[in-house]
């Protein structure tokens, strides 16, 4: 693996950590902790992110592998995550809490995949 992709993705997860927390902890002060709504938020947000490069990329914009790599692998990869959602359902569930994270989950997925469409939509509207 070329040392340059590497650098890129570190970089982009390094922009994309710094990021998810200052999202995460943001929310958190102003929703409180008691529901995972900072994870909530930073899966939406980059869902619909992802799905607006992905579009942009096929329509207007050929980033090399490294910048792709870098904003996809690194900066939004790093941004959402699959684990804290992962950790916030068990803890959810086993502070006896079974119909909020069932609700947390639906929501995840439900947001997070028409995010996705949605930002690929509002591309193509702004780029048509």
């Not at 910048?67 to 790093?78: E, I, K, P």
């Not at 929501?107 to 702004?126: D, E, N, P, T, Y």
Request: one cysteine or more.
């Amino acid at each position: 693996m070329p040392l340059k992709l590497l650098l890129f993705v570190a970089v982009g997860g390094a922009a994309g950590a710094v990021a998810r927390f200052t999202v995460m902890s943001g929310i958190g002060h102003w929703l409180g902790h008691g529901f995972p709504w900072g994870t909530l938020a930073v899966n939406v947000i980059g869902s619909i992110v992802l799905g607006a490069v992905i579009e942009v990329s096929a329509l207007v914009w050929s980033p090399s592998p490294e910048v792709r790599a870098m904003v996809v692998v690194g900066l939004l990869g790093a941004f959402t995550t699959f684990s804290t959602f992962s950790m916030d359902v068990y803890f959810l569930i086993n502070r006896g809490m079974v119909l909020p994270a069932a609700g947390y989950v639906a929501a995840s997925v439900v947001i997070c995949v028409f995010g996705f469409w949605g930002g690929i939509v509002a591309m193509r509207q702004l780029l048509a």
